[in-house]
């Protein structure tokens, strides 16, 4: 089955089609570079960046992937959550191209695509599974049971990580998106350069939360510029990446053991993460946890991610129609 599939829900343009939910015939992904001088995605740019792209990436798309239109069979569409205007690009673009084709339209809940881009890159990956999900507008403890059952175990209660990482890179003077460069410059650093607070939350033993640990690094960063000292900046990369990955792994861990899963995958763009990376390698090697670790092309938000779970939405039988809203926020666990 070939479904063509469309991400708008952030600053990714992006149109994919898949086969059968594992095999990527094509996979388009324009991000858009329109927010670096705002320092974080603007979202009225960004809905008007998905209109002028998106009629020229599914072409693409079509092109790359060496079918006709006419042999598309389904079209999936990234429905919630994510910026309201931007979701309503790609999802209003699939409706009235699945009402064209006259083949059906899946919506998709954009965490359970990040969650199955693993379908793409482990071809023997079924659920049950453990995932630590972890992007720019999410940071989740997940259990998933079957292709469209999940159970949440825990998560952020305030920022997600990428947008905490997005912060502190602003502060640290590295730009838009700045997660990736900040892993780079933590590379060179001592983590024990700074010692940075890690919040726990009593009423949830597996929830975190984020924005005490930017406010820390905001505020050493603001002292240290009003006393005239210098910082070790990649010191101060390095422990602030060292701060995110304990709190992240060690519960991470601590779910899966609890879900009784003996596999772990990775979700979303901050699972790109070295520190953290590393770290839930040793960690799921010390309690016998198969760890997969998704490749960096799949982690950031993609269109093919969406075919993936699109198929298993449609098996499932959540087949949406040309009345289907986008939501800016949704649990994992409901279905459309
Ligand atoms: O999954 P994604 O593309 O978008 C959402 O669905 O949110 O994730 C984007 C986030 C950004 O916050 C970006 O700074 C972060 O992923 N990111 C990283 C790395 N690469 C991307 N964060 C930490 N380390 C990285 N290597």
């Known amino acids: 089955m070939l479904i063509l599939s469309f991400e708008s829900s952030c600053d990714e343009t992006s149109v994919a089609v898949v086969r059968d939910g594992r095999e990527v015939l094509s996979n388009i992904v324009r991000t858009q570079t329109e927010h670096a001088e705002f320092g974080g995605v603007v979202p009225e ?29 389904a079209v999936a569409s990234t429905t919630a959550p994510g910026l309201i205007g931007a979701v309503l690009v790609g ?6 191209t699945a009402f064209a084709l006259n083949v059906p339209f899946v919506p998709v809940h954009h965490v359970r695509g990040h969650i199955a881009a693993n379908y793409i890159a482990f071809p023997e990956l079924k659920p049950p599974f453990f995932s630590l999900m972890t992007s720019g507008g999410n940071t989740l403890f997940v259990d998933v049971a079957d292709y469209t059952v999940f159970n949440v175990l825990g998560g952020t209660r305030d920022d997600a990580a ?34 940075l607070p890690q919040v726990s939350v009593s009423t949830g033993d597996l929830d975190v939360s984020f924005s005490g640990l930017k406010t820390a690094v ?16 990649p010191g101060l990369a390095a422990s602030f990446e060292a701060a995110v990955s304990d709190m992240l792994v060690p519960r991470a861990v601590e779910a899966a053991k609890r879900s009784c899963r003996k596999t772990m995958v990775v979700a979303g763009g901050v699972a790109a993460n070295s ?17 997969l ?40 666990s409901q279905s459309f």
């Open 91 to 96: 999802l209003s673009f699939a409706k009235a």
């Open 218 to 233: 905001v505020n050493l960063v603001h002292n240290a510029e009003q006393k005239g000292e210098q910082l070790d900046l």
């Open 162 to 195: 990428g947008e905490t990482f997005d912060k502190v890179a602003r502060v640290l003077g590295l730009g838009y998106p700045g997660g990736a460069p900040l892993d780079r410059l933590a590379t060179t650093g001592d983590d024990h350069a700074y010692k």
């Open 45 to 73: 740019l960004a809905s008007r960046a998905h209109i002028e792209a998106i009629t020229v990436l599914a072409q693409k798309a079509i092109s790359e992937a060496g079918i006709t239109i006419s042999d598309i069979d």
């Open 275 to 291: 520190r953290i990376r590393a770290d839930l390698f040793r960690a799921c090697e010390n309690e016998g946890i198969e760890l």
């Open 293 to 332: 670790l998704l490749p960096l092309s799949l982690c950031g938000d993609n269109a093919a991610m969406i075919g993936a779970q699109g198929y298993y939405e449609f098996l499932a039988g959540n087949i949406g129609d040309l009345t289907q809203n986008g939501y800016p926020t949704m649990d994992i």
